[in-house]
């Protein structure tokens, strides 16, 4: 029986439409990977620039709450005036740079209302550290009246050990004294380590207690090898407050005595006696990106130098930010 089908002859690709295809999937594919390799330099931009961006606020919180103590004196009417000095000030941890009288507590206080003071680097460019030494917004209430001028002081339970200086006071009258014992929640204020065993007032429970802050910001080696921007905070363990802090900067903004401001200068400018005209901070930190996610390197200004070619591919980005003491514009 004769097939009604016709033979037909099997055919497959030729090698040139083999090598036609296999050249437009390699396009394709080559177009796909730019695409996601463009996709991910720029995602990897975006995540350098928003995490810098993270860091500036989140640095600008700690300094402008830090900075809010400055030249605080609660609700004395007098200011420091009123203050009777009992405390035997030993040198103060961690305080950088103290004006006057190097090793008492009162010195910064009394003569800069509330101290801020600055260390500059020997080197041109290397990192500035700056010192802070106020009284603590943060007060602790008395619990009972005191008997007498030589009793204990008794508050709630709180941090406060012996050797810690304390702002004891109403609005009227203030003593700044040394801890000599704690026990519970009974403060010691002996001559051990006093001038004296006895206040200048025995306090009612309208009284607060008002802690010394001890602060210091300085720029070093992180945990992740990079510099990083340090806070440590009276004997409180350093703490690692913002990574990839290349330098930071620091200008001090005086004022003449009418209040004028006369301009920002750096510490190395700066007399010890003029430390009572600061009536303003301003701080540059120069951040960068964890990662290199730049093609080359790149060229940055910071603390009056230009055109700086980087050694590395990470991003770079200066912030600045001036901080007003107001509790010295109130004055």
């Known amino acids: 029986m004769r097939n009604s089908f016709k033979n037909q002859t099997q055919q497959g690709f030729s090698l040139i439409e083999l090598m036609i295809a296999m050249t437009l999937s390699l396009v394709l594919i080559a177009m796909i990977l730019s695409v996601f390799l463009s996709n991910a330099r720029n995602q990897a931009m975006r995540d350098a620039v928003g995490s810098i961006q993270e860091n500036t606020r989140f640095?600008?919180?700690?300094?402008?709450?830090?900075?809010?103590?400055?030249?605080?004196?609660?609700?004395?009417?007098?200011?420091?005036?009123?203050?009777?000095?009992?405390?035997?000030?030993?040198?103060?941890?961690?305080?950088?740079?103290?004006?006057?009288?190097?090793?008492?507590?009162?010195?910064?206080?009394?003569?800069?209302?509330?101290?801020?003071?600055?260390?500059?680097?020997?080197?041109?460019?290397?990192?500035?550290?700056?010192?802070?030494?106020?009284?603590?917004?943060?007060?602790?209430?008395?619990?009972?009246?005191?008997?007498?001028?030589?009793?204990?002081?008794?508050?709630?339970?709180?941090s406060l050990k012996k050797d810690d200086e304390i702002l004891i006071g109403d609005c009227k009258r203030a003593d700044l004294i040394k801890i000599s014992k704690v026990t519970a929640s009974k403060i010691e204020h002996k001559s051990s380590a006093n001038t004296s065993d006895d206040l200048s007032y025995a306090y009612d429970s309208n009284a607060f207690i008002y802690p010394i802050d001890r602060i210091v910001y300085s720029v070093k080696t992180g945990a992740n090898g990079s510099p990083a921007l340090f806070r440590q905070r009276d004997s409180e363990p350093e703490a690692e407050l913002l990574n990839n802090v290349d330098n930071m900067q620091i200008l001090y903004g005086r004022s003449d005595d009418n209040g004028n401001l006369l301009g920002y200068t750096p510490i190395s400018a700066l007399p010890p006696a003029d430390f009572k005209n600061i009536i303003s901070i301003r701080i540059s930190l120069l951040l960068t990106s964890a990662a290199e996610v730049l093609s080359e390197p790149s060229r940055y200004s910071f603390n009056g130098a230009t055109n700086i070619l980087a050694t590395d591919k990470k991003m770079r980005r200066v912030f600045t930010s001036t901080y007003t003491l107001r509790n010295r514009i109130a004055r």
């Not at 600055?118 to 290397?126: F, L, N, P, V, W």
């Open 59 to 158: 640095a600008s919180h700690f300094f402008s709450r830090d900075f809010q103590g400055l030249g605080f004196w609660g609700c004395l009417e007098g200011g420091e005036n009123e203050v009777t000095v009992l405390s035997k000030s030993a040198p103060v941890a961690n305080q950088l740079a103290q004006l006057n009288t190097p090793d008492k507590v009162e010195s910064s206080l009394m003569a800069t209302d509330g101290s801020t003071a600055g260390a500059a680097s020997a080197a041109e460019y290397a990192p500035d550290t700056l010192s802070i030494l106020s009284i603590s917004q943060s007060s602790l209430a008395l619990t009972n009246n005191m008997a007498s001028v030589s009793a204990d002081i008794e508050t709630t339970t709180s």
